[in-house]
């Protein structure tokens, strides 16, 4: 069974730093591309970031571009979302997600992860 | 940036309704369109792809079709389960884009 778990969320001072971990199993990782998705409270779905199966090209949204960093480790089977200069509109649950082979839409997704950003 | 705009953002229907929703892109995207739908704490689950594919798994009663800049979502008989909110996505360039959502309630 494909399976993504994502860890590391939590309250967060603004201006400071956290990293999200998913960890995937039940499918072989580094041939997918994986992506991070977040959604604010009571808001729609927001790309966040991908990444290739090899982890040697990245992709980012406007909106975290120099302040997030998207990379994996195919050994451990795990995505990691590295986020800094946090800020208050950063607020949102996190979802890690699967790229079908070829395509950009997202076919398994985590359960998601609460990063709220506050002093 | 391709801007995805979806209609209506509320919608209510009564199980057994004919449901269509619309998603338009500011430019064009091809069929390189998919459609979620998302229950209320849960992750969003894929429904249809390439405009028109549906994913394995998801019932009949859903449909897609469109290409360039117009999309719609179709149920045939909306069922108790299928009250959500659905976000269309476009993969046909980065940045990928979602629309706002429509939110199908209860009538």
């Known amino acids: 069974e494909v399976q993504l778990l994502e860890s590391g969320g939590g309250l967060v001072q603004p201006g400071g730093s956290l990293r999200l971990s998913c960890a995937a199993s039940?499918?072989?990782?580094?041939?997918?591309?994986m992506i991070w998705v977040r959604q604010a409270p009571g808001k729609g779905l927001e790309w966040v970031s991908a990444?290739?199966?090899?982890?040697?090209?990245?992709y980012y949204a406007d909106s975290v571009k120099g302040r997030f960093t998207i990379s994996r480790d195919n050994s451990k089977n795990t995505l990691y979302l590295q986020m800094s200069s946090l800020r208050a509109d950063d607020t949102a649950v996190y979802y890690c997600?699967?790229?079908?082979?070829?395509?950009?839409?997202?076919?398994?997704w985590g359960q998601g992860t609460l990063v709220p950003v506050s002093s | 940036d391709i801007q995805m705009t979806q209609s209506p953002s509320t919608l209510s229907a009564s199980v057994g309704d004919r449901v269509t929703i619309t998603c338009r892109a500011s430019?064009?995207?091809?069929?390189?369109l998919a459609w979620y739908q998302q229950k209320a704490g849960k992750a969003p689950k894929v429904l249809i792809y390439?405009?028109?594919s549906l994913e394995s798994g998801v019932p009949s009663r859903f449909s897609g079709s469109g290409s360039g800049t117009e999309f719609t979502l179709t149920i045939s008989s909306l069922q108790p389960d299928d009250f959500a909110t659905y976000y269309c996505?476009?993969?046909?360039?980065?940045?990928?884009?979602f629309g706002g959502g429509t939110k199908v309630e209860i009538k």
């Open positions: 997600a699967r790229m079908v082979v070829g395509t950009n839409y997202f076919d398994c």
């Open positions: 039940g499918f072989t990782f580094n041939s997918y591309a």
């Open positions: 990444v290739t199966g090899d982890g040697g090209s990245t």
């Open positions: 430019q064009s995207i091809s069929s390189w």
């Open positions: 390439k405009a028109s």
């Open positions: 996505q476009q993969y046909n360039t980065y940045p990928l884009t």
